[in-house]
């Protein structure tokens, strides 16, 4: 599996732009990038994924860098809701085998009032 | 929103019991699978599960573990003979297909205290 890199930890403000750093530099050209965050003990929860290009949805945006050897993931204006545990997950194809997901410790966001 | 669906939310159970967790996947998912999360600790795969075979283990599932699909809906784990060291939080989770661009969603868990 490629290996992903994230600080352990974060702080931001409330009602501001979070953006979590990745890196992945041993990652390949069909490896997708994926984000998932876990609030307290509950199961996680899929925040977005991407394999070149950007991507937004309604939760989150997320940057790929041209070498697609870091990313970023951004919350544009973050709530107390969204303190967690996010995930950076590089996975692997197996060519149509149920690969599974490698989570690493990832990086305890806290939202600050 | 279609959701995975964990029963019991919290078992607690003896040392030496059996425990069945059960899963209802995402209706239109053909991927299923098991994790677990020691608490403090990194969530962990198990198990997956595709076409009524185990389609990949970790070194964890080992023989007192073991999965099912009993019918159209449910997906379970069974563990045979518990130990103190299976107190974990398991999660559920399922796929449509098992390719690297398709998203596994996860439940909420099945909280597991072994005592």
């Known amino acids: 599996d490629a290996k992903t890199t994230q600080p352990p930890s974060m702080d931001c403000a409330e009602g501001r732009a979070a953006n979590l750093p990745c890196n992945h530099s041993?990652?390949?050209?069909?490896?997708?990038v994926y984000w998932y965050r876990q609030i307290h003990s509950q199961g996680p929860q899929y925040i977005i994924h991407?394999?070149?290009n950007n991507e937004t949805n309604e939760m989150a945006s997320l940057i790929i860098t041209e070498d697609r050897k870091s990313s970023t993931l951004i919350l544009p204006h973050a709530t107390l809701r969204d303190t967690a545990v996010y995930y950076c997950?590089?996975?692997?194809?197996?060519?149509?085998?149920?690969?599974?997901?490698?989570f690493g410790k990832g990086t305890h966001l806290i939202i600050q009032p | 929103e279609p959701e995975v669906t964990q029963t019991p939310s919290h078992q607690v159970t003896q040392m030496g019991q059996e425990v069945i967790l059960r899963c209802v996947p995402i209706s239109n998912h053909l991927y299923f699978y098991w994790y677990r999360q020691i608490l403090g600790q990194k969530v962990e795969f198990l198990v997956s599960f595709y076409n009524n075979e185990i389609s990949e283990k970790s070194e964890i599932f080992d023989d007192q573990f073991s999965v099912e699909r009993p019918d159209g809906s449910n997906f379970t784990l069974k563990i045979r003979s518990t130990k103190l060291e299976d107190s974990a939080m398991y999660f559920c989770?399922?796929?449509?297909?098992?390719?690297?661009?398709?998203?596994?969603?996860f439940g909420e868990g099945s909280w597991l205290t072994v005592v």
């Open positions: 997950i590089v996975r692997v194809a197996t060519g149509g085998g149920a690969d599974g997901l490698t």
């Open positions: 041993t990652i390949s050209g069909n490896e997708y």
């Open positions: 991407g394999l070149k």
């Open positions: 989770a399922s796929s449509e297909n098992g390719l690297s661009g398709n998203t596994i969603y």
